[in-house]
Every structure is written in C-alpha cells, then in structure tokens.
C-alpha cells in the first residue's frame, strides 16, 4: 500500500501537523520517511491517518 505524497501532506496540513507532531503522535521517523516513499504495511497507514484524524482512504493512493 503506498500513501499518496501530495494527499498526505494536505491531509497534515489541514490538521496542523508536522513530521515533528506525528512523531509525538507514536509513529517513528523512520516509519514516516518510508510512508511518504515507499510502501507500507496497512496497518501503518491506518495509524498515521488514525494520527491525522482522517480516513485512510484520503492518504492511499488510488
């Protein structure tokens, strides 16, 4: 599952939250520069949308 960069950063943006924020949130740095890169496993997706406030399906690309 891959997150769509430009609908990720929106989605941040819209919440007010940088990487800094969601590293607080509980998800690593690591997990987030792989996210925002390559694929991730559902369940990551899941946690950082769950962080963002939104559903997953606004953060995965079509």
Do not use: F, H, Q, W
Request: a positive charge; charged letters at 35%; glycine letters at 4%.
């Amino acid at each position: 599952m891959r997150l769509n960069r430009e609908k990720y950063l929106l989605a941040r943006a819209n919440a007010c939250m940088s990487a800094k924020d969601l590293v607080e949130a509980g998800i690593p740095r690591d997990t987030l520069y792989r996210a925002e890169r390559k694929e991730v496993r559902p369940e990551t997706a899941g946690k950082i949308a769950k962080a963002l406030g939104v559903d997953v399906t606004e953060i995965i690309e079509d």
